[in-house]
């Protein structure tokens, strides 16, 4: 695993990584996670393997604790999918 693209915001958008990370080391602990913060629309969380590849992409609210983070569980189907 090797990055997550983000939205920078007032925030700095470090709920929505940390939160895409968590999910990431929950199904492969020894992922080397890196966070990239874009300053772009739409307000969007990516998360690619080493060479590119998209694994999930979503809307940063997903991520959110207030929302109850549901696109974490999405993004450890699709990292137990790509096996």
Not at 4 to 33: C, H, S, T, W, Y
Not at 36 to 45: E, G, L, S
């Amino acid at each position: 695993m090797r990055g997550v693209l983000f939205r920078r915001d007032a925030d700095g958008g470090m709920q929505e990584f940390e939160a895409a990370k968590a999910a990431i080391l929950k199904v492969k602990p020894n992922a080397n996670v890196i966070g990239n913060r874009v300053d772009a629309y739409p307000i969007t969380v990516t998360v690619t393997t080493a060479d590119g590849k998209t694994v999930w992409s979503g809307r940063q609210q997903g991520l959110f604790r207030k929302n109850g983070r549901p696109a974490q569980k999405e993004i450890e189907d699709a990292l137990r999918k790509l096996g």
